[in-house]
């Protein structure tokens, strides 16, 4: 793959080895975003390039998302890739076997989301496999409230971490991330022994991509921000239309 430029909204430079393994983030990288996951709508076209990438590349190609397993199916059908949900804690391999982190109690921060979302309208709790969301894209302002409560909730909860993303505050699990997903798929066919490449655009993001840039692979920020990612696309249709490009090269 030829470098990235730092900034642009292009990537016409941009080449799949045929032995690299791509990963890829869906919310905010493949499929833009919306004020809700279930509004979110998937671009005409995209499943064709997944699927033709995916025969490209000989099956090296996964999903790595936060949202269930069974949300990527639905958004993508009836294309079915190896994947990662939840942030690692589901993984689905190439050959279909399904694997599950151990659930944690969440308990104790599902109280607290209840009592946010009482407390505003507008701000809505999506609970996961060993994860628990707590979503405020429609009421920014609670933003700052949702974080502080539910930072106190992990604090002193070793087994439990706070993530925060795109108007979005998230408790999981502790020492299961992206990056964990992404090793558990390179250590297994097919995409062992080949160069990981991770297009991701959020913070939660960011364990994959020095994941794949310690293993000697490619991480790609999709959109503005901070991150450790070498290399930048400026959004995700820009992505899209870069992957449909590399299909005709």
Not at 80 to 100: N, S, W
Not at 190 to 215: K, W
Not at 220 to 231: D, E, L, T, W
Request: with cysteine.
């Amino acid at each position: 793959m030829t470098r990235i430029p730092p900034t642009g909204e292009t990537m016409q430079n941009l080449k799949i080895d045929p032995d690299d393994a791509l990963f890829l983030d869906l919310d905010g990288t493949l499929i833009d975003l919306a004020d809700t996951p279930s509004a979110v709508r998937v671009a005409p076209g995209l499943v064709g390039v997944l699927a033709a990438l995916s025969r490209q590349l000989e099956g090296r190609l996964a999903i790595v998302s936060g949202r269930p397993i069974e949300q990527i199916d639905a958004l993508l059908a009836p294309l079915v890739l190896p994947a990662a949900g939840v942030h690692g804690m589901q993984r689905r391999g190439a050959d279909g076997t399904l694997f599950y982190a151990p659930l944690p109690s969440l308990a104790a921060a599902r109280t607290c989301a209840d009592a946010l979302a009482a407390s505003y309208p507008d701000v809505w709790v999506e609970e996961k496999y060993g994860a628990l969301a707590v979503h405020f894209r429609q009421a920014p302002e609670a933003g700052p409230l949702c974080k502080a409560a539910l930072a106190q909730v992990v604090r002193g909860t070793p087994d439990l971490l706070l993530m925060e993303g795109k108007m979005i505050v998230e408790v999981k699990v502790a020492g299961v991330d992206k990056g964990t997903a992404i090793a558990a798929f390179m250590a297994a066919a097919p995409f062992a022994g080949h160069r990981p490449v991770f297009f991701g655009d959020d913070t939660t993001d960011e364990a994959g991509f020095a994941l794949v840039q310690g293993s000697g692979g490619i991480a790609i920020k999709v959109g503005a921000g901070p991150s450790v990612a070498q290399h930048r696309i400026g959004s995700a249709p820009a992505l899209r239309a870069a992957l449909a490009q590399l299909l005709d090269q």
